[in-house]
């Protein structure tokens, strides 16, 4: 049987607990990972409270969240065509499904949702990378604005808008992002050229600093139509909770979702590299043993925390 942390009704926090669980077979194109590692995520506080909505829904009566872990592959499938072997310490990122979710101390994912843990991050630190970072990916190139476009990033100060500001500036892209006073220092030091304070006022802002609009903006703050009107005519906005604006076509509004890049090996290997050479700031709010993972979700549900909480296996 494997440790697992999930729910088997919906609710707060507190609904989580610990659940022996069956082994998942492995198939063809696939690694098992010993987890030692797992992010936790706002993501996995909607998969433990989401009511559930149907009978099929129902028929899940255990939901393991997680979609980002690290640790070690103890068995590869048939088929695997990525340079991976038994005993090499892995990041992964996880698509949450049932008793299938990241918070367990053995998980099977596609070898290509897996890579190598660079040397100088420690599995800890990967854990937070896979998930943020293929979804800041995939917001940038969503947008697939030129170099020397202006990128305009709410919630630069998160685990996502931190990634999107260093990844935006690597590639040549000019910054505006939002910051709290007390986050300023480290928007400046991910790259942001500019830096407005977060609020109401974001579009406002930016539109005083760039008359025109920016090129496109990545909405990591979930603002929705409030950050339509910084967007210049024609330009995009890259949301991340599936709003898909307000109907008038001013703008091109782009809902993404990091489902779609699950198999982005070449992408997640690029976000290793970057991070093993420090060019991508991993953030780690704490670390708790997997049995407190409750206490790791109401820390999640205060306003401020910066970087994740890890849960740790074994």
Not at 146 to 158: F, R, S
């Amino acid at each position: 049987m494997v440790q697992a942390i999930g729910v088997t009704h919906p609710g707060g926090p507190d609904a989580l607990g610990e659940l022996d669980l069956a082994a998942e077979p492995i198939g063809p194109g696939q690694v098992r990972i010993r987890v030692s590692s797992a992010t936790v995520n706002p993501t996995d506080a909607l998969i433990r409270s989401r009511p559930r909505q149907d009978a099929a829904d129902a028929a899940d009566a255990v939901r393991v969240p997680g979609m980002e872990v690290a640790g070690v592959i103890t068995e590869i499938g048939p088929a695997v065509d990525r340079p991976l072997a038994i005993g090499d310490a892995v990041m992964a990122i996880v698509v949450p499904s049932g008793e299938h979710g990241g918070y367990r101390a053995d998980v099977v994912v596609p070898a290509r949702s897996a890579a190598k843990i660079p040397a100088g991050l420690s599995d800890v630190q990967a854990a937070t990378l896979p998930m943020n970072g293929l979804t800041a990916r995939l917001a940038l190139d969503t947008l697939a604005l030129p170099a020397g476009a202006t990128v305009a990033v709410t919630g630069a100060a998160g685990t996502v808008g931190g990634y999107v500001v260093q990844l935006a500036k690597l590639a040549g892209l000019g910054v505006i992002a939002d910051a709290a006073r007390q986050d300023e220092t480290f928007v400046r030091e991910c790259g942001a050229d500019e830096v407005v304070p977060r609020g109401d006022d974001f579009a406002a802002t930016v539109r005083r600093h760039h008359p025109e609009g920016v090129d496109g903006l990545v909405d990591a703050a979930v603002l929705d139509a409030a950050v339509l009107p910084a967007v210049k005519d024609g330009g995009t906005v890259v949301t991340v909770r599936g709003y898909r604006g307000d109907g008038t076509g001013r703008v091109r509004v782009a809902p993404i979702f990091v489902r779609d890049y699950v198999e982005a090996a070449a992408e997640l290997d690029r976000l290793a590299e970057l991070a093993g050479a420090e060019r991508l700031t991993v953030r780690v709010a704490g670390e708790l043993p997997a049995s407190r993972a409750a206490d790791a979700h109401h820390s999640l549900e205060r306003h401020g925390v910066r970087g994740r909480f890890v849960l740790r296996f074994g």
